[in-house]
């Protein structure tokens, strides 16, 4: 396995209202590996992720992309790191007044100054890869949930990023529309994509991730190889919160 | 350098006046252009089809035409068909004709908005339809009209000054006679415009008021 | 019927006016679209004392009567040693007001639009500007349209007190003939006929621009939830 760190977290830290959102939280993302992040809602994962390409602005910590610390106070050098680390949302949040096309292309023209041929040619790829090449002229409301969301895999991958982060992927979408997503996801990381992934889905966490990490209450309590944490036998955190998960499911 | 006697022994005395009359233009109008937007709005959801077509067309009828013109009407020309007005008279009779319409649409627009669910529960509760209208429709509805009739007692005050274009002698009126004696039109009429402003701003600060009163939260208009 | 000939009498001189109303509501709504966007994006997006400014303004320009800006208007042209010709004043005065409503227009829509789009946006490395540019305010402008076209039908109805300072708009000529003539009924049911008619012409041009621009899913309820769940 390549041991490059791609991306290196150090200390994050956030407070919102006077509540400690996010308690020195550090990891280090090797290039190829997928991290997934568990654990229950309000942990603070979604909060983590969104820390890292600064949508929320942490309070404490360093952040590291290939060696080179990021300047949070330098609106470039921000725009600069966010255009290398792409990012999916739970929703979505595709440009609504965009085809899945120019949803792809947009950030091309407009970050990386390519020429609208060029940035179309790109995007008709990028949506081949994720199975949507016939749906680049349809708006975000005439395509389906999974569809929504692969085309936003698109439009990330179409970045080059060093690292995609993932926030739930697929906690939005139904069971069914939900494979169609983990698939491509599954894609990409036996292509040696860089992720971190925000999850509930344990049986994916599980096949495919190189290491998990369990959050609780803004701290990353446990972390590990799937196998190590989830051993039958073994009492961890991580344990415990799958059986839980497992019991919810059998349950309904 | 502003001349304190000319504001203390003309232009004052002269807008206190006018705000008297304004007042007594915008308090009955208000008043009465709600209740008569209420009664028009409910005719124009749940009256017989005729009604809610003549209704629907006088609605569309006094939007369409500008108030100034709608005065002009009253004040110049029903005197032809044996119909004399005063001109507060006049002012007041197109305030109250004009601001029903308006209060309409919000009233119907908020009826209309109720969720045909919400009548459906209450009547599989037991509510007769008149118990259903009263407990859970004009509650919704009244709280949804909040906003849009308030604006328009806004809009009220503010085209009050219109009162003026038929020589009803108000805030308008009385500045305009002294800024033409006087032609310090600049001076006079900012002093006229601070008037608007604290009536504006008093009447949006007790609507604000009033919805955060009736306030629930989830419901409504974002 | 001596009412009938009165009015097409009048009507040429009616319809002459007309294009003064026309031209009038025209610069006044333009300068205030190019007034009121920045002011709605300075409101959202700018700092403590932009947002307190445009507060100020626009809390000025809704709460002061046209009527009384009108005059106003009037004495500061003159106080300024400007021409103080009517028409241009009236653009101005219209413009300044509309500029506050539309701002409050385009705010609303651009407060309407969920959070994750600037998200988004950002996410992808786009600087704020570029972000607002050409991912907010393509949205929010579309959905504006309707509230643009309320704006127009006021504006409309708001320059017919114009007059009052002398310009030549169809309630000027209106109230001239019917001077004349006496024939005040006749002259002003036409007067208000053709601003009837003005009305409804517009707001059919801009229901054709709303459905030209139109994207599915979009806002304009009822095709909204035709869309989402047939695709799957």
């Known amino acids: ?252 | 350098m502003p001349d304190i006697a000319f504001w203390n022994e003309t232009l004052l005395p002269a807008l206190n006046r006018g705000l008297l009359v304004s007042l007594a233009l915008i308090i009955p109008a208000g008043t009465l252009g709600f209740l008569g937007g209420v009664a028009l709005g409910c005719v124009r959801v749940f009256g017989p089809p005729l009604l809610r077509r003549l209704g629907d067309g006088y609605t569309a009828l006094l939007r369409g035409v500008p108030l100034a013109v709608q005065l002009m009407m009253i004040y110049y020309a029903l005197p032809k068909l044996g119909i004399y007005f005063e001109p507060y008279g006049a002012a007041l009779t197109g305030f109250i004709l004009c601001t029903a319409a308006y209060q309409s649409e919000y009233v119907r627009g908020a009826i209309l908005s109720i969720r045909h669910g919400q009548v459906q529960a209450a009547l599989a509760l037991g509510f007769s339809l008149r118990e259903a209208v009263f407990w859970i429709i004009v509650p919704q509805a009244a709280r949804c009209a909040l906003p849009g009739c308030g604006n328009e007692i806004i809009y009220l005050i503010k085209y009050s000054s219109l009162a003026y274009l038929v020589t009803c002698m108000e805030l308008m009126g009385e500045g305009k006679v002294v800024a033409s004696n006087t032609f310090r039109f600049t001076e006079v009429f900012l002093a006229v415009g601070v008037y608007y402003l604290a009536l504006v701003t008093i009447a949006g600060f007790l609507l604000r008021r009033l919805e955060k009163r009736f306030h629930i939260p989830g419901f409504g208009p974002r | 019927m001596h009412s009938l000939t009165v009015v097409i009498d009048a009507l040429p001189a009616m319809l002459a006016g007309g294009l003064v109303t026309v031209g009038n509501v025209a610069v006044s709504l333009s300068l205030g679209l190019c007034l009121g966007v920045p002011l709605a994006v300075g409101q959202i997006y700018g700092d403590a004392l932009a947002r307190r400014l445009v507060h100020i303004y626009v809390w000025f320009f809704c709460g002061v009567p046209i009527l009384v800006l009108l005059f106003l208007f009037y004495g500061l042209f003159i106080f300024l040693g400007l021409p103080a010709e009517p028409f241009s004043i009236c653009c101005v005065v219209l413009g300044l007001t509309s500029a506050a409503y539309q701002s409050q227009i385009f705010r609303g829509a651009m407060l309407s639009l969920p959070r994750g789009q600037l998200n988004a946006a950002r996410a992808l490395g786009m600087k704020d500007r570029t972000a607002v540019a050409s991912v907010i305010l393509p949205q929010a402008l579309r959905l504006s349209i309707p509230g643009f076209a309320n704006e127009f039908s006021i504006l409309l109805k708001d320059s017919a007190i114009c007059f009052v300072l002398g310009t030549q708009d169809i309630m000027a000529r209106t109230s001239f003939a019917a001077a004349r003539t006496h024939e005040h009924l006749a002259l002003y049911a036409a007067a208000g006929l053709l601003y009837f008619l003005l009305t409804w012409l517009v707001l059919k041009l801009l229901h054709l621009l709303e459905r030209r621009v139109h994207i599915p899913g979009y806002a304009a309820g009822a095709e909204a939830g035709a869309f989402s769940g047939g695709q799957t």
């Open chain 1, 1 to 252: 396995m390549n041991a490059r760190p791609v991306l290196r977290l150090e200390g994050i830290s956030k407070s919102l209202g006077g509540k400690r959102i996010l308690n020195a939280c550090s990891l280090t993302v090797c290039r190829g590996e997928l991290k997934v992040l568990i654990g229950p809602s309000g942990a603070g994962k979604s909060t983590l992720l969104q820390c890292i390409n600064c949508l929320i602005q942490p309070d404490e910590g360093e952040i590291w992309l290939d060696g080179k610390l990021l300047d949070r106070t330098d609106d470039g050098a921000l725009c600069a790191f966010r255009a290398q680390v792409g990012m999916i949302f739970q929703d979505f949040n595709l440009f609504d007044h965009l085809t899945a096309a120019e949803n792809v292309t947009i950030a091309l023209r407009k970050v990386r100054g390519f020429s609208r041929a060029r940035a179309e040619e790109r995007a008709g790829e990028e949506l081949e890869r994720v199975g949507l090449a016939n749906r680049r002229h349809l708006y975000p409301a005439e395509l389906s949930g999974g569809q929504k969301q692969r085309v936003a895999i698109a439009r990330a991958l179409a970045m080059d990023p060093r690292v995609i982060l993932l926030d739930e992927p697929t906690s939005a979408l139904d069971p069914e529309l939900a494979g169609e997503v983990l698939s491509v996801i599954q894609l990409l990381a036996r292509g040696g994509m860089t992720m971190i992934m925000a999850t509930h889905q344990m049986d994916f966490a599980r096949a495919l991730a190189h290491e998990i990490l369990f959050m609780e209450k803004g701290v990353i309590v446990e972390q590990g190889a799937p196998a190590a944490l989830l051993l039958e036998g073994r009492a961890t955190r991580t344990r415990d919160f799958c059986a839980k998960l497992a019991d919810l499911r059998a349950n309904r």
